[in-house]
């Protein structure tokens, strides 16, 4: 496994593991450079095939891949999803061992969740419009424990200095809770703001009743080395955000850094 891979650093159960990918250690070429694993940006497919195989090969769990359209969609995993039809969603809930929850992203949010007794695991594409439509408390719902047994970890995403907005997405989530205020900090220019995704993805999981939240310190704008961003770069790949249970004794995700601090380096697009 790649050295650059991020495993996040919070008390799941042992029997449930995740990572991070970062854009190092595939062979994608510029501007996808390198570990490139969306197949809708542009790059060469044959190069998108080769990088999920390596992410297969290493991270031990198969993959079930996601036509994420900024929706609340949550598709459940099971045997049957590997040879499936790609499903239109945005976040996917497992059940299964060796079947891995993966969201794409180049500045939206990914959030991975588990319960504490390690039943269940999520992941969700969380951008501003599917934040604003309730894609947290939909995946949250669809992993049917309660929500004060679940923990949730906030992976690389655009970062509060970064990433600016209109009117109009500063109003919509007002409208659903006036706490979204201390999202968002004006600029200066007219109608113009900067807007936190970690903290409207807070907001969202406290709505949801969920008992612990942490991470979302990574921002993906200007970790220029490891991830990739469509605002900063507009033509660029996607990084995955994988978790996933697994029925072996607990073994440490060899060669991923646990995340504790910020990593140096148009969310319009996952």
Same mark, same amino acid.
């Given at each position: 496994?790649?050295?650059?891979?991020?495993?996040?650093?919070?008390?799941?159960?042992?029997?449930?593991?995740?990572?991070?990918?970062?854009? =190092?250690?595939?062979?994608?070429?510029?501007?996808?450079?390198?570990?490139?694993?969306?197949?809708?940006?542009?790059?060469?497919?044959?190069?998108?095939?080769?990088?999920?195989?390596?992410?297969?090969?290493?991270?031990?769990?198969?993959?079930?891949?996601? =036509?994420?359209?900024?929706?609340?969609?949550?598709?459940?995993?099971?045997?049957?999803?590997?040879?499936?039809?790609?499903?239109?969603?945005?976040?996917?809930?497992?059940?299964?061992?060796?079947?891995?929850?993966?969201?794409?992203?180049?500045?939206?949010?990914?959030?991975?969740?588990?319960?504490?007794?390690?039943?269940?695991?999520?992941?969700?594409?969380?951008?501003?419009?599917?934040?604003?439509?309730?894609?947290?408390?939909?995946?949250?719902?669809?992993?049917?424990?309660?929500?004060?047994?679940?923990?949730?970890?906030?992976?690389?995403?655009?970062?509060?200095?970064?990433? =600016?907005?209109?009117?109009?997405?500063?109003?919509?989530?007002?409208?659903?809770?006036?706490?979204?205020?201390?999202?968002?900090?004006?600029?200066?220019?007219?109608?113009?703001?900067?807007?936190?995704?970690?903290?409207?993805?807070?907001?969202?999981?406290?709505?949801?009743?969920?008992?612990?939240?942490?991470?979302?310190?990574?921002?993906?704008?200007?970790?220029?080395?490891?991830?990739?961003?469509?605002?900063?770069?507009?033509?660029?790949?996607?990084?995955?955000?994988?978790?996933?249970?697994?029925?072996?004794?607990?073994?440490?995700?060899?060669?991923?850094?646990?995340?504790?601090?910020?990593?140096?380096?148009? =969310?319009?697009?996952?």
């Amino acid at each position: 496994m790649s050295d650059a891979w991020l495993s996040p650093d919070w008390p799941a159960p042992g029997n449930v593991r995740s990572l991070i990918t970062t854009r =190092e250690g595939g062979v994608s070429l510029a501007p996808f450079d390198g570990l490139n694993l969306a197949t809708h940006v542009g790059d060469d497919a044959g190069a998108v095939a080769s990088n999920r195989a390596l992410l297969t090969r290493r991270c031990g769990a198969q993959p079930v891949w996601l =036509e994420q359209v900024h929706g609340t969609g949550v598709v459940e995993l099971d045997k049957s999803s590997v040879a499936a039809a790609v499903p239109v969603a945005d976040a996917a809930v497992s059940r299964s061992p060796g079947l891995a929850c993966a969201v794409l992203t180049a500045d939206c949010l990914p959030v991975l969740l588990c319960d504490r007794a390690g039943t269940v695991v999520a992941a969700a594409h969380a951008g501003w419009r599917g934040l604003a439509a309730g894609v947290l408390e939909q995946t949250v719902e669809r992993m049917h424990v309660k929500p004060r047994d679940l923990l949730a970890w906030l992976g690389p995403a655009i970062g509060p200095q970064a990433f =600016e907005v209109g009117d109009e997405v500063r109003a919509l989530f007002m409208a659903s809770d006036p706490a979204a205020k201390h999202a968002f900090v004006a600029t200066g220019k007219p109608g113009k703001w900067l807007a936190d995704l970690f903290m409207l993805a807070r907001q969202s999981l406290l709505r949801a009743g969920v008992g612990w939240v942490a991470g979302g310190d990574i921002c993906t704008f200007t970790g220029h080395r490891l991830f990739y961003s469509y605002r900063r770069e507009g033509i660029t790949g996607r990084f995955a955000s994988l978790i996933w249970l697994d029925d072996q004794a607990p073994v440490a995700l060899s060669g991923a850094q646990k995340v504790t601090d910020s990593v140096d380096g148009s =969310e319009d697009a996952y």
